[in-house]
Nanobody
């Protein structure tokens, strides 16, 4: 079993910053890609940013230059630094990870989500 737990969401004014964290725990042998997705009310869940095990990153066009994804493999944790936040960034943010378990089984795991609200 693998669990992902997000933290760091909240209410912030336009132009402000937030840092999301997602810690993975359980029967983890290694983690490949780690990613953040978001889902606004009435919309589909979209990829925000992804980071590979080698540290390569990719971002949605809407967040390029404002958001930064990073990871700490010693802590099995992925971060999302969000700057210059806009009201349209308001959504539930979900962590996702491709995990190889100690049983050498590959699974894709999701966190429970954390709400980010950008409003004055």
């Amino acid at each position: 079993q693998v669990q992902l737990v997000e933290s760091g969401g909240g209410l912030v004014q336009p132009g402000g910053s937030l840092r999301l964290s997602c810690a993975a725990s359980g029967n983890i042998f290694s983690i490949n890609d780690m990613a953040w997705y978001r889902q606004a009310p009435g919309k589909q869940r979209d990829l925000v940013a992804v980071i590979t095990s080698g540290g390569s990153t990719n971002y949605a066009d809407s967040v390029k230059g404002r958001f930064t994804i990073s990871r700490d493999d010693a802590k099995n944790t992925v971060y999302l630094q969000m700057n210059s936040l806009k009201p349209e960034d308001t959504a539930v943010y979900y962590c996702n990870a491709d995990v190889r378990t100690t049983a050498r089984v590959y699974i894709n795991s999701w966190g429970q989500g954390t709400q980010v609200t950008v409003s004055s």
